[in-house]
């Protein structure tokens, strides 16, 4: 059992513990260990998210156990009608409980009951068949617009992933 709530600006910590668990353990196989140690160190994730959550533009949601136990996350950063899904991560021991999906749901029906005009997208590893299935599962489509970093000798591909309003109905969420 678990329950979705608004993140809190003393969430940052649990945060910060979620995302660098999960983006490694979700990247694990799909980018370079090399560039995961670089990218995913705890202390600067802290220092991140500890601003990060007290920003006005940002929309963070939690999942918690009934021992308020953090378990996962989803973030938003807003401007205008545009909601860009920064993160949504699930300590990996949590996984295949529905928790991801609640978070999506739940961000997705509160940011559109106070702004139906709403619109949502994503950045996604082109790799990652998982993660875009989900995201399919809620209206996301891949909008031809790519984002490359090079790594070494390998090239990163993350792609676009759009949802408007009217692809899935308030009433159906």
């Not at 003393?10 to 140690?37: E, R, V």
């Not at 950045?123 to 090079?150: C, P, Q």
């Not at 949802?163 to 899935?168: G, H, P, R």
Request: hydrophobic share 40%; with cysteine.
């Amino acid at each position: 059992m678990f329950c979705i709530r608004k993140a809190h600006s003393k969430d940052f910590a649990d945060i910060a513990h979620i995302h660098c668990k999960s983006w490694h353990d979700a990247y694990l196989n799909l980018l370079p260990k090399s560039y995961i140690n670089n990218k995913n160190n705890l202390i600067e994730k802290t220092k991140m998210w500890q601003e990060v959550i007290t920003h006005p533009d940002v929309i963070i949601w939690i999942a918690y156990d009934a021992n308020h136990k953090s378990l996962g996350f989803i973030g938003y950063f807003t401007k205008n009608n545009s909601y860009e899904i920064t993160t949504l991560y699930v300590l990996s021991e949590y996984h295949g409980l529905g928790i991801g999906s609640k978070l999506m749901k739940r961000s997705l029906q509160a940011i559109l009951s106070f702004n139906i005009n709403a619109n949502f997208y994503l950045w996604v590893l082109e790799d990652n068949a998982s993660a875009i299935h989900f995201y399919k599962k809620f209206g996301f489509v891949y909008d031809g617009e790519k984002s490359e970093e090079h790594y070494k000798d390998i090239q990163i591909v993350d792609i676009k992933m759009i949802k408007k309003n009217e692809d899935l109905p308030y009433s159906r969420l």
